[in-house]
């Protein structure tokens, strides 16, 4: 989620909490005030009527039952019982059917009171509000209009506002999206007035700056590295032919030479290995061509089952489809070649290897005894302490490959299987 989106939607949270309460006091608020303003002329006119029956010598039957401008009352008397029971006065809404068959709204009002015979009389008063409720419902309307208006304005003014002050920011953010190590650093173009942003351009320039000089002369010293051990190590491995063919060798001599002689050819492959890896992450491979995977499993596997004869291991190729790329043949049969022979070399002896695809994936499948570290085996220099020869780059050679052409790479263990699994996604400049 986008960083103006996450402020806005808690903005807008709130400012809808805020408007709405604000409504609702409003509207209760006014409502009450409305009814308040009845009840006082109820009260008014009830206390008027009262006092002219309790002055009155001899009540007449207006002033028991009479509609007096907007106001209609009555006067009965009640039982002792119901006068202490319901003794004070109390309001009340009431709606009854009129002759258009439409609801009207009254308030009524009714009151206990004892004249000087102490006989109780109960009092009761009805006047239309009619014209209060018509001015609730349209005042309802305007209050919900107006929280609309100023929830969606207020909101606007603040996207607006929160935007251009973000601006920066996201000129920040796709500067960076644009920098790439492995080309010349483009200059950060980013004015602004805002204290906190300067200071982040001035972090962030000068940290990509940083890593730019850092991978340049990372780069330059393992291709010098690799280029320099490349003569001392094939000088050594001459030299130690030599002295493997002198006849006065003995043999605690010859088995010291012969473990100088291993470890050479390892860190010579290790060198080679070092070079290639910084080779495909420095982006030297760059032509594509249409790659046909198939003949890579073939040719490979062929080779590999003479070399690793002594194994026995049983080779079966899946797949009835055609497997075809667009990446750089070079990479690929590294790709190919390098998870072949590492299926090869950990597959025990007599076991099973095989090699399944579909239109645009492919797995190598090796029998083996237990699952490997999934989370570190593509990292650099990891290995199988049961394999010393090997150089520890085989498969992050293989995952450099994948990420240049943006091909998943996993492994899993099932089924007593060893899996690296290859998805071949098209490339975006292909």
Request: contains cysteine; neutral net charge; proline residues 3%.
């Amino acid at each position: 989620m986008k960083l103006i989106r996450l402020i806005m939607n808690r903005m807008t949270l709130v400012l809808a909490l805020i408007l709405f309460l604000w409504s609702l006091a409003f509207y209760v608020n006014m409502s009450n005030r409305l009814y308040h303003i009845v009840d006082a002329g109820l009260q008014a006119f009830a206390n008027n009527k009262i006092s002219e029956y309790l002055i009155s010598p001899e009540p007449s039957l207006s002033l028991l039952q009479d509609t007096t401008g907007v106001y209609t009352y009555t006067i009965v008397a009640v039982p002792d019982a119901y006068a202490l029971a319901n003794y004070g006065t109390s309001f009340r809404n009431q709606s009854e059917k009129s002759i258009n068959r439409e609801r009207a709204h009254q308030r009524n009002i009714r009151t206990i009171f004892q004249d000087r015979n102490e006989q109780y009389y109960q009092f009761s008063a009805w006047v239309s509000t009619a014209d209060q409720e018509q001015f609730r419902h349209e005042a309802l309307y305007w209050v919900v209009f107006l929280y609309l208006f100023l929830l969606s304005s207020i909101i606007a003014i603040n996207y607006h506002i929160v935007e251009k002050n973000m601006r920066p920011l996201y000129h920040l953010l796709q500067w960076i999206d644009r920098f790439d190590v492995q080309k010349k650093p483009e200059a950060l173009d980013n004015p602004t007035r805002i204290t906190e942003f300067q200071k982040l351009n001035q972090a962030v320039s000068l940290q990509f700056q940083r890593s730019a000089q850092l991978y340049v002369q990372q780069k330059e010293f393992v291709d010098n590295a690799a280029h320099e051990m490349q003569t001392p190590v094939a000088v050594c491995l001459n030299l130690a032919e030599q002295f493997l063919q002198r006849p006065d060798l003995t043999e605690g001599q010859m088995q010291e030479i012969l473990k100088l002689q291993s470890t050479l050819r390892r860190l010579s492959r290790l060198q080679k290995d070092m070079l290639q890896l910084s080779r495909i992450e420095n982006g030297a491979y760059t032509g594509l061509e249409e790659v046909d995977f198939v003949e890579l499993f073939k040719e490979t596997t062929h080779d590999l089952n003479e070399i690793f004869a002594y194994k026995d291991i049983r080779c079966r190729l899946e797949g009835e489809c055609e497997l075809i790329a667009s990446a750089h043949p070079a990479l690929c049969q590294l790709l190919v070649a390098n998870l072949c022979r590492n299926a090869y070399v950990h597959t025990p002896q007599a076991g099973t290897l095989r090699i399944v695809w579909g239109n645009k994936d492919f797995s190598i499948c090796n029998t083996g005894p237990k699952a490997l570290d999934s989370s570190h085996i593509f990292q650099r220099f990891y290995k199988d302490s049961s394999n010393p020869s090997s150089t520890g780059l085989g498969l992050s050679l293989c995952q450099a490959i994948c990420q240049q052409y943006h091909w998943p790479i996993t492994y899993s263990y099932k089924n007593g299987e060893h899996i690296f699994h290859v998805a071949l996604c098209p490339h975006p400049n292909s």
